[in-house]
């Protein structure tokens, strides 16, 4: 039996859907706006990792596969292209900037705008993660707020990259909900599969997974699909690059945002009063599914506003705010 039986019937549709994605609506990632912090300048983008200049934000097309080996991007027709590096500092959610070796994406903190997460470590190495989650009702209001939810995979000893399906509030899509497949940021360059809009309801399933035998704790070859069951569009990164790491740091729910103003800037209460990722599967290096000890950490201290975060756990990652 398939290690992915969602997975399998997607596959099976893409013939079908395949230009669905980034096709169906245009889409762009929001720019800082005003109610950036002072040192971010005015045209940089919003992403999930902070905000980065935007000719260090590559768009890759239906297809594209980073190659670490070959520090180039392959497309499908064949040709390739030399990976970008970034010459431009990035900056956190308040406003710090990142520069040099510093640019992989950093441990979370409330400066990368993480609020609240719930994780697990290993000795060894994670060969899948996988999450389903609805998608929230639009927020109240609108303050230009940006809002990220996901799962995904990073290596806890040498955090370079990290790999996630991601649904996000105004990011790709203005004033609307969203799902793209992200691996960011070796030399500093975040790396955004074609993106794809969802409505409020849908049922989302985030993969992330090797490519690699059983038993390889070091895989160069992963597979990131966020996927809308209810719709049937989806965001693919196939075959993409772990860059040398060693994915042992699982994440099986995240809350990040930017220009939150208000507490109605978030969804409005239902759903639990925030979002449940369930159905949750995670799989050692050797493909056999572990019972995840989840732990929730809050960076919320200090913010305003403050709206009720908190989270639950370990049968089913809840974070509510």
Request: aromatic fraction near 14%.
């Amino acid at each position: 039996m398939s290690r992915f039986p969602a997975y399998s019937r997607l596959l099976k549709s893409i013939a079908i859907t395949m230009f669905i994605a980034g096709l169906t609506a245009a889409f762009a990632l929001p720019l800082a706006g005003p109610k950036r912090p002072a040192t971010v300048p005015a045209h940089y983008l919003i992403t999930p990792f902070g905000y980065f200049e935007p000719s260090c934000v590559a768009h890759l097309a239906q297809g594209d596969v980073l190659r670490k080996d070959k520090k180039a991007i392959e497309h499908a027709n064949g040709t390739s292209e030399n990976m970008h590096v970034c010459a431009y500092p990035h900056y956190t959610a308040s406003g710090e900037a990142i520069t040099g070796d510093e640019r992989a994406v950093q441990p979370p903190t409330i400066g990368h705008a993480w609020i609240e997460y719930a994780g697990i470590t290993t000795t060894s190495a994670y060969g899948e993660i996988y999450s389903e989650w609805e998608v929230p009702p639009a927020p109240t209001t609108n303050d230009g707020q940006t809002v990220y939810l996901f799962n995904g995979l990073e290596d806890y000893q040498d955090v370079v990259t990290i790999v996630q399906p991601v649904l996000g509030w105004n990011s790709d899509y203005a004033s609307a909900w969203g799902i793209a497949s992200w691996n960011c940021c070796e030399s500093g360059t975040v790396y955004e599969a074609p993106p794809a809009p969802v409505n409020s309801g849908d049922h989302i399933e985030g993969y992330v997974f090797d490519n690699c035998a059983a038993g390889t704790k070091v895989c160069s070859s992963w597979d990131i699909v966020t996927y809308d069951v209810t719709n049937g569009n989806f965001s693919e990164l196939l075959d993409t690059s772990n860059f040398g790491q060693t994915f042992n740091w699982a994440f099986g729910g995240v809350l990040e945002v930017y220009n939150i103003v208000q507490c109605g800037d978030y969804h409005p209460r239902g759903y639990n009063g925030g979002i449940g990722f369930y159905n949750q599967s995670v799989l050692n290096d050797k493909f056999v599914q572990i019972k995840p000890a989840w732990k929730v950490t809050n960076l919320f201290s200090g913010l305003t506003p403050q709206c009720n975060y908190g989270g639950s756990v370990p049968q089913q990652v809840t974070l509510t705010y």
